[in-house]
């Protein structure tokens, strides 16, 4: 059942490659190469092609701007299925922006440290892998001090997003109070991911002027990062983004030091690595709640809601045991329901919580993941293993689909799963969860 079940998630990732050397998440519904996606589908292709898996990263990497940035989309290609598109990013208005290719011009999580670093754990050759990972991981490296340089407003180790894509948590119900106070125009345009899937697991109109009135606000300041700062209503430190950027800085020091030499790269990821951890640690985390949470940079208050982003840190290392027996505690309380498949993606105790609509509420199996070896590392193994079966019992029931219903028992459809079909990174993460070696 295992191989058959990988032989599936192969021929998703197969058919999701495309001729420019990437892999789209899904068909129809996103047509173009995105940042963390590209990770995640890496990881999944080293375990049966290590070439396909350098030559996503690669693509990927091409498309970075020349202070270090990384978009969150690359317009490899033309296509009419996805809004918005490059015409309304505009990236160009930037000066230091690719010139070989469109893009947007924001961000996702920078997930290529650690998946660079789980690249050489799978390769048989180590030889080779090193060799590819010399080449390409300055510009990680560069992509982490542009986060650093331009993003940490405060210079504590924290750096802000200032768009809920750039989160990658889209809808989550962690902005609601944001667009609250904010009341941009009415858009006109075309939906397209609406034609693709049921508007109900998708956001709103309304919750779409205020995503493309924040690109507007950036490009009305040529996607210059301080006047963002200055301007943006939306500017937010996220503990996923940010234990991402903890577990990857952890990631680069390693293999820095597998390759040897660069001990000024070395001494400035130290640097950062501890002053990141003890500010996540002091800022970010509410005893209260027993959980990480969003920090609002507009209103200097934290955002007091618990998602499967408040237990990202496990992942990246930062909190202590006390902090992580606390954290696993307010996972299984609010979470752990038996009824429930972990994790959900949002508090299925808070009345925001929805089990259809994108990240507010169903599960994703690429949090899963991060979850799972978090958990893992942690000594959690028995929690661990509950969410590794969980998301495997999904995808073997409904298909590789984009996110699940959280409800084992759910009175709204017979299929539970939502969003994309066949999306890559589902089936590559599937790959990786059964491939682990143990």
Same mark, same amino acid.
């Given at each position: 059942? $295992?191989? $058959?079940?990988? =032989?599936?998630?192969?021929?998703?990732?197969?058919?999701?490659?495309?001729?420019g050397?990437f892999?789209?998440?899904?068909?129809?519904?996103?047509?173009?190469?995105?940042?963390?996606?590209?990770?995640?589908?890496?990881?999944?292709?080293?375990?049966?092609?290590?070439?396909?898996? #350098?030559?996503? /990263?690669e693509?990927?990497?091409?498309?970075?701007?020349?202070?270090?940035?990384?978009?969150?989309?690359?317009?490899?290609?033309?296509?009419?299925t996805?809004?918005?598109?490059?015409?309304f990013? =505009?990236s160009?208005?930037?000066? =230091?922006?690719?010139?070989?290719?469109?893009?947007?011009?924001?961000?996702?999580?920078?997930?290529?440290?650690?998946?660079?670093?789980k690249?050489?754990?799978?390769a048989?050759?180590?030889?080779?892998i090193?060799?590819?990972?010399?080449?390409?991981?300055?510009?990680?490296?560069?992509?982490?001090?542009?986060?650093?340089?331009?993003?940490? /407003?405060?210079?504590?180790?924290?750096?802000?997003?200032?768009h809920?894509w750039?989160?990658?948590?889209?809808?989550?119900?962690?902005?609601?109070?944001?667009?609250?106070?904010?009341?941009?125009?009415?858009?006109?345009?075309?939906?397209r991911?609406t034609? &693709?899937?049921?508007?109900?697991?998708r956001?709103?109109?309304?919750?779409?002027? &205020?995503?493309?009135?924040?690109?507007?606000?950036a490009?009305k300041?040529?996607?210059?990062?301080? #006047?963002?700062?200055?301007?943006?209503?939306?500017l937010?430190?996220?503990?996923?983004?940010n234990?991402? %950027?903890?577990?990857?800085n952890?990631?680069?020091?390693?293999?820095?030091?597998?390759?040897?030499?660069?001990?000024?790269?070395l001494?400035?990821?130290?640097?950062?690595?501890?002053?990141?951890?003890?500010?996540?640690?002091?800022? %970010?985390y509410?005893?209260?709640?027993?959980?990480?949470?969003?920090?609002?940079?507009?209103?200097?208050?934290?955002?007091?809601y618990?998602?499967?982003?408040?237990f990202?840190?496990?992942?990246?290392?930062?909190?202590?045991?006390?902090?992580?027996?606390?954290?696993?505690?307010?996972?299984?309380?609010?979470?752990?329901?038996?009824?429930?498949?972990?994790?959900?993606?949002f508090?299925?105790?808070?009345?925001?919580f929805?089990?259809?609509?994108?990240?507010?509420?169903?599960?994703? /199996?690429? %949090?899963?993941?991060?979850?799972?070896?978090?958990?893992?590392?942690?000594?959690?193994?028995?929690?661990?293993?509950?969410?590794?079966?969980d998301?495997?019992?999904?995808?073997?029931?409904?298909?590789?689909?984009?996110?699940?219903?959280?409800? #084992?028992?759910?009175?709204?459809?017979?299929?539970?799963?939502?969003?994309?079909?066949?999306?890559?990174w589902?089936?590559?993460?599937?790959?990786?969860?059964?491939?682990?070696?143990?």
């Open positions: 059942m $295992q191989e $058959q079940l990988i =032989q599936r998630a192969i021929t998703v990732l197969e058919n999701n490659f495309q001729k050397g892999t789209i998440p899904s068909k129809g519904l996103y047509p173009f190469q995105w940042k963390w996606d590209s990770g995640f589908i890496a990881l999944g292709f080293a375990h049966y092609n290590m070439k396909r898996a #350098k030559k996503e /990263i693509t990927l990497l091409d498309a970075q701007w020349e202070n270090g940035f990384i978009p969150h989309i690359i317009f490899h290609t033309d296509s009419d996805y809004f918005p598109g490059p015409d990013h =505009q160009s208005l930037h000066p =230091q922006a690719s010139k070989k290719v469109r893009s947007t011009g924001m961000t996702q999580p920078p997930v290529f440290g650690f998946i660079l670093q690249l050489y754990e799978i048989e050759d180590k030889e080779d090193l060799k590819f990972i010399r080449t390409h991981i300055d510009k990680v490296y560069d992509n982490h001090v542009y986060f650093y340089e331009n993003r940490d /407003i405060n210079d504590e180790g924290l750096v802000y997003i200032y809920n750039e989160s990658g948590t889209d809808n989550s119900p962690m902005w609601d109070d944001i667009w609250e106070t904010m009341n941009p125009p009415e858009y006109t345009f075309e939906r991911d034609s &693709h899937v049921d508007p109900a697991q956001p709103s109109k309304r919750e779409y002027d &205020h995503y493309l009135y924040i690109i507007d606000i490009k300041y040529l996607y210059d990062d301080t #006047k963002i700062a200055e301007h943006s209503p939306f937010v430190q996220d503990p996923l983004f234990a991402i %950027l903890i577990k990857s952890s990631a680069l020091i390693q293999l820095y030091k597998v390759l040897g030499g660069n001990e000024d790269k001494s400035y990821l130290n640097e950062q690595q501890i002053k990141s951890k003890k500010t996540l640690n002091d800022k %970010l509410n005893d209260e709640l027993g959980a990480y949470v969003h920090y609002d940079l507009r209103k200097n208050m934290q955002i007091p618990i998602s499967s982003s408040s990202s840190p496990l992942f990246s290392g930062a909190p202590d045991k006390e902090k992580a027996e606390r954290l696993v505690n307010t996972m299984m309380t609010k979470f752990g329901d038996e009824d429930r498949y972990l994790c959900a993606s508090d299925p105790t808070h009345e925001r929805d089990p259809r609509k994108y990240w507010r509420g169903p599960v994703w /199996i690429n %949090l899963n993941w991060m979850l799972y070896n978090g958990l893992k590392n942690y000594g959690y193994q028995e929690i661990a293993d509950r969410v590794k079966n998301s495997l019992q999904l995808i073997e029931k409904y298909g590789f689909f984009e996110y699940f219903d959280s409800r #084992k028992s759910n009175p709204d459809s017979e299929n539970s799963g939502y969003g994309g079909d066949n999306f890559s589902s089936a590559a993460l599937l790959i990786d969860f059964l491939k682990e070696k143990t």
